[in-house]
């Protein structure tokens, strides 16, 4: 069982950065893969970005690449997503997601995922 809790969303302005961040709480947090989906409203939830569970493969939507950067200190079983150029597209309720022993061709979906956050939302104002 893991338990996440994500942080750091809020409002701000177009080209601007902000930091989210999902504590986690569990056993084997450092054997999860993790990943950051965003749900717009009146949209459907779509991946962002994950990370394998030694933090040395990452993996991205063509949407965010170049602008965001997921990061994972298993020290402090944490989950980070640097999102820079902020764009208003941008703008969904974020959430972290974790499983052990991912499958690949699940890497973008919500069903790869055995656990959820509650999300934080982020807003980008033009």
């Known amino acids: 069982q893991v338990q996440l809790v994500e942080s750091g969303g809020g409002l701000v302005q177009a080209g601007g950065s902000l930091r989210l961040s999902c504590a986690a709480s569990?056993?084997?947090?450092?054997?999860?893969?993790m990943g950051w989906f965003r749900q717009a409203p009146g949209k459907d939830r779509y991946f962002v970005a994950a990370i394998s569970w030694s933090g040395g493969t990452t993996y991205y939507a063509d949407s965010v690449k170049g602008r965001f950067t997921i990061s994972r200190d298993n020290a402090k079983n944490t989950v980070y997503l640097q999102m820079n150029s902020l764009k208003p597209e941008d703008t969904a309720v974020y959430y972290c997601a974790a499983v052990e022993s991912l499958l690949m061709p699940l890497l973008s979906t919500q069903d790869g995922y055995d656990y959820w956050g509650q999300g934080t939302p982020v807003t980008v104002s033009s």
């Open positions: 569990g056993r084997t947090f450092s054997t999860y893969v």
